[in-house]
Nanobody
Framework: QVQLVESGGGLVQAGGSLRLSCAAS????????TGWFRQAPGKEREFVAA????????YYTDSVKGRFTISRDNAKNTVYLQMNSLKPEDTAVYYC?????????????????????WGQGTQVTVSS
């Protein structure tokens, strides 16, 4: 069982930066592939970024490539999402998610239903 708690959201002007954190409980967090997803009002939850159990593999949706960076510190049971050059279209509730195992497959890591554990979300609002 893993519990995830996101933090770091807020209101920022376009072009600004935020760093989201996802703190996980449980001693085996290093065995979980972790992803960030987001959901804007009236839209479906969508994939943003994912990172493998040891951080050796990462993957991003095209719209955030070059602007967002996902990283993890397994010693601290924490995954981060550094978001730079933010745009109004990045406005959404951002969720951290985890799935057990180190199988790295793009379909698996980008699919909402393949994740077993979710945080409560943190709001990110980017003003123009």
């Amino acid at each position: 069982q893993v519990q995830l708690v996101e933090s770091g959201g807020g209101l920022v002007q376009a072009g600004g930066s935020l760093r989201l954190s996802c703190a996980a409980s449980g001693r085996t967090f290093s065995s979980y592939t972790t992803g960030w997803f987001r959901q804007a009002p009236g839209k479906e939850r969508e994939f943003v970024a994912a990172i493998s159990v040891n951080g050796g593999n990462t993957y991003y949706t095209d719209s955030v490539k070059g602007r967002f960076t996902i990283s993890r510190d397994n010693a601290k049971n924490t995954v981060y999402l550094q978001m730079n050059s933010l745009k109004p279209e990045d406005t959404a509730v951002y969720y951290c998610a985890a799935r057990y195992g180190n199988l790295w497959n793009i379909v698996l890591v980008t699919t909402v239903l393949k994740y077993d554990y979710w945080g409560q979300g943190t709001q990110v609002t980017v003003s123009s």
